[in-house]
């Protein structure tokens, strides 16, 4: 007996899932243009040549926090291949953009000192966006069907500042938007929604309706800012920054905000549980499960001098 066709964005979008603190983590991004055909894996199973792959992973291991993706666009009339590195944090976030003329090229650049913001190594440096939708149909039949449709949508608007993109993480989460340098994750993005995010991103402010979370930071501190943000008000990008992260037990932590332009610290207590829904998590899962939530457990807000201050460097990479 087989099982019923499903696709795992719509069994995901029916249980009314909390999106908010599943962003993929990330604190450096790779992307390479790469227009043959995305397999499951689409790296490891890629044609490019064994010396790049393993560049690649070298330079993976040498970077922490980093992750690559492969990227594209439809009927693109330059020749060679662009490459990105996305350094994603709270402030200061940019993208350096190279020309490849060909993989081999890779191998003389000191991709860490370009994500380090400490050399350019021939790239040019943009603060400007990029948009990535994951497209990846190959891993899952919801990233062809949502977020195909997506990005032709959104290349009406943004013309080339939208790329598709292999794997993100969280196919049932499709259509995925990402919103690089910040890295904001957008889940069950339509074509609606996208053009929303595009005019809040170009305003400097969070659509927090359909948002996962800021990559730069781990789940818990995910969950936390949407709260707070929820709670609180607060959509400007920079009108809050991470201050601290505290485990308080095996399932709860107690998150702290500044908001520097009103002098205020906002603090989160946050939890997370099961599910009481079972789903299948890919439309490739063998079984369905119950996921990670998160809940809001209690939220306070203090003024406070010192927050006018930068705060010191939080504990996410960012």
């Known amino acids: 007996m087989t099982r019923d066709f499903f ?3 719509e069994l995901s979008r029916a249980s009314d899932e909390r999106a908010y603190g599943t962003a993929s983590v990330g604190g450096v991004w790779l992307l390479l243009e790469y227009t043959r055909e995305w397999k499951p ?11 790049v792959k393993n560049r690649l992973h070298s330079i993976l291991r040498g970077i922490p926090h980093s992750r690559l993706l492969f990227v594209k666009q439809q009927r ?10 996305v350094r994603a944090r709270e402030q200061g976030a940019f993208v350096v953009r190279f020309a490849l003329e060909s993989y081999e090229e890779l191998s003389r650049i000191n991709v860490a000192a370009v994500a380090r913001g400490r050399a350019l190594e021939g790239g040019t440096r943009t603060f400007e ?14 990233c062809a069907k949502f977020g195909f449709p997506l990005y032709k949508s959104l290349r009406e608007r943004a013309g080339e500042q939208v790329w598709q993109s292999s794997h993100v993480g969280g196919d049932r989460f499709a259509a995925n938007l990402v919103c690089f340098p910040d890295g904001l994750f957008y889940a069950h993005v339509t074509e609606d929604a996208g053009r929303r ?31 707070v943000r929820r709670e609180s008000g607060l959509r400007g990008l920079d009108e809050l920054r991470n201050l601290s992260y505290e485990r308080l ?3 709860s932590w107690r998150v702290r905000f500044v908001a520097p332009g009103e002098g205020r ?19 490739e899962a063998a079984e369905p499960r119950a996921v990670t939530q998160f809940y809001l457990d209690e939220y306070r807000s203090e003024t406070d001098p010192a927050a006018a201050r930068p705060p010191a460097p939080p504990l996410n990479d960012c």
């Open 7 to 9: 696709y795992c964005s």
């Open 41 to 51: 894996r689409a790296f490891e199973d890629s044609a490019l040549p064994p010396e």
């Open 76 to 85: 693109r009339a330059e020749n060679g291949q662009s490459f990105f590195v």
């Open 129 to 142: 966006p990029l948009f990535l939708v994951c497209t990846h149909g190959r891993r899952d039949k919801c």
């Open 197 to 227: 995010i595009l005019e809040e991103h170009a305003a400097h402010r969070l659509y927090l309706d359909k948002y996962r979370g800021r990559s730069c930071y781990s789940y818990p501190v995910q969950a936390a800012e949407f709260f």
């Open 249 to 251: 037990g095996e399932r």
């Open 265 to 283: 610290v906002h603090e989160a207590l946050i939890g997370c549980r099961q599910s009481e829904f079972q789903n299948y998590v890919t439309c």
